[in-house]
């Protein structure tokens, strides 16, 4: 969904620019409190993968293709200031290193993919894993859904800015409903991606994953004396 | 709970992200679809790809994830690719630790080192 340059004129670019500049500082005393010794080398990992994984433009419908956004996986993971950071600092590298995403169009691409993905899909997961039953198997679901929900909201968020500064005049409902239709194909291999990641970390390290917090049980270690039942059954399967 | 063995275990989850993030970028990227993207299409479809206007930036050494003077287009990508995920890393993971830097590295005095809001 990377916005290059021309799409979308000056003086919208520039105000998008501004809100990105807002929303970056923001972040950046938000993710202070999110951020400790452990996990800053994480955030500057899911950074990475996230980097990656957006390299891998997978098919969906008819001669088009998408890639992971990332803001949901990074916000579960690190913390949604820390994820749109990383969100943020991966999208400032393909546009000035890969030539990706044009320049002017930073701030909208900023806003769309890392600020909007993580604003809506962070709470939203949230609100999914609170309303679920309180299992760690579940969480990567809660995951996969939000994740699969905040590309379309991203894509009409783009519309937003194009119904304000496209520079080709078009009727913005026919744009709204062939980006929406697209990205919901995209956003089930945005869930695929992020369930899975999130899969894999909570199984191993579920006290790692920022967005868990809460909302399992703290215990990890439970004491097991052996009864005997179980002692009489050797303990082992 | 011990800090020590916590924190070599966290470097198993870390391995992981790093280990997977240059192996997509580095191998698996190769073989991504090429297709425009949704985006792309749509404007393709709607008719406003004409309005792109080129990058300022296409003549970079990485422009396009390929490695300018890397003739192989496998190797090109790959080494683009392994090169994005270390600078990303490396800026991340930097702005990470400044900010928790600047932060009191100590408790206040009186404060117990236990686990705060």
């Given at each position: 969904m990377h916005v290059p340059d021309g799409f979308i004129d000056a003086p919208t670019s520039l105000a998008a620019g501004a809100v990105a500049v807002m929303g970056v500082g923001l972040c950046l005393r938000?993710?202070?409190?999110?951020?400790?010794?452990?996990?800053?080398?994480?955030?500057?990992?899911?950074?990475?993968?996230?980097?990656?994984?957006?390299?891998?433009?997978?098919?969906?419908?008819?001669?088009?293709?998408?890639?992971?956004?990332?803001?949901?996986?990074?916000?579960?993971?690190?913390?949604?200031?820390?994820?749109?950071?990383?969100?943020?600092?991966?999208?400032?590298?393909?546009?000035?290193?890969?030539?990706?995403?044009?320049?002017t169009a930073l701030g909208v691409n900023i806003v769309t993919m890392a600020f909007v993905t993580v604003a809506f899909g962070y709470p939203f997961f949230r609100l999914l894993a609170w309303a679920m039953p309180r299992r760690r198997d579940l969480l990567p679901v809660a995951a996969a859904v939000?994740?699969?929900v905040s590309v379309p909201v991203a894509s009409l968020v783009f519309v937003g800015f194009y119904s304000v500064g496209g520079t080709v005049d078009l009727s913005v409902s026919s744009v709204a409903a062939a980006m929406v239709g697209v990205h919901l194909f995209i956003g089930i291999g945005e869930a695929v991606i992020t369930g899975l990641t999130v899969a894999s970390v909570i199984t191993v390290r579920p006290d790692l994953v920022y967005g868990a917090r809460g909302l399992l049980p703290r215990a990890q270690l439970e004491l097991r004396i052996p009864t005997p039942s179980t002692a009489a059954s050797g303990g082992q399967p | 709970?011990?800090?020590?063995?916590?924190?070599?275990?966290?470097?198993?989850?870390?391995?992981?992200?790093?280990?997977?993030?240059?192996?997509?970028?580095?191998?698996?990227?190769?073989?991504?679809?090429?297709?425009?993207?949704?985006?792309?299409?749509?404007?393709?479809?709607?008719?406003?790809?004409?309005?792109?206007?080129?990058?300022?930036?296409?003549?970079?050494?990485?422009?396009?994830?390929?490695?300018?003077?890397?003739?192989?287009?496998?190797?090109?990508?790959?080494?683009?690719?392994?090169?994005?995920?270390?600078?990303?890393?490396?800026?991340?993971?930097?702005?990470?630790?400044?900010?928790?830097?600047?932060?009191?590295?100590?408790?206040?005095?009186?404060?117990?080192?236990?686990?705060?809001a």
């Amino acid at each position: 969904m990377h916005v290059p340059d021309g799409f979308i004129d000056a003086p919208t670019s520039l105000a998008a620019g501004a809100v990105a500049v807002m929303g970056v500082g923001l972040c950046l005393r938000g993710a202070r409190r999110e951020l400790n010794e452990r996990t800053a080398p994480l955030a500057g990992l899911v950074a990475a993968f996230v980097f990656a994984a957006q390299m891998l433009n997978f098919p969906v419908a008819s001669g088009t293709s998408g890639h992971l956004l990332g803001g949901v996986l990074a916000a579960i993971l690190v913390g949604p200031f820390t994820g749109a950071l990383a969100v943020t600092t991966v999208l400032l590298v393909q546009a000035l290193l890969f030539a990706d995403g044009g320049l002017t169009a930073l701030g909208v691409n900023i806003v769309t993919m890392a600020f909007v993905t993580v604003a809506f899909g962070y709470p939203f997961f949230r609100l999914l894993a609170w309303a679920m039953p309180r299992r760690r198997d579940l969480l990567p679901v809660a995951a996969a859904v939000a994740a699969l929900v905040s590309v379309p909201v991203a894509s009409l968020v783009f519309v937003g800015f194009y119904s304000v500064g496209g520079t080709v005049d078009l009727s913005v409902s026919s744009v709204a409903a062939a980006m929406v239709g697209v990205h919901l194909f995209i956003g089930i291999g945005e869930a695929v991606i992020t369930g899975l990641t999130v899969a894999s970390v909570i199984t191993v390290r579920p006290d790692l994953v920022y967005g868990a917090r809460g909302l399992l049980p703290r215990a990890q270690l439970e004491l097991r004396i052996p009864t005997p039942s179980t002692a009489a059954s050797g303990g082992q399967p | 709970m011990n800090p020590g063995s916590r924190s070599r275990r966290d470097i198993g989850v870390l391995m992981g992200f790093l280990v997977a993030a240059l192996l997509l970028a580095g191998v698996v990227s190769y073989y991504a679809s090429g297709d425009p993207d949704g985006l792309n299409k749509v404007a393709i479809d709607k008719q406003f790809a004409s309005s792109e206007q080129p990058h300022d930036l296409d003549d970079s050494p990485l422009a396009g994830y390929a490695t300018t003077g890397v003739d192989d287009e496998r190797f090109s990508g790959g080494l683009a690719g392994v090169i994005g995920v270390a600078v990303t890393l490396v800026v991340a993971g930097g702005v990470a630790s400044l900010i928790r830097r600047r932060e009191p590295q100590e408790t206040r005095p009186g404060a117990t080192s236990g686990p705060s809001a």
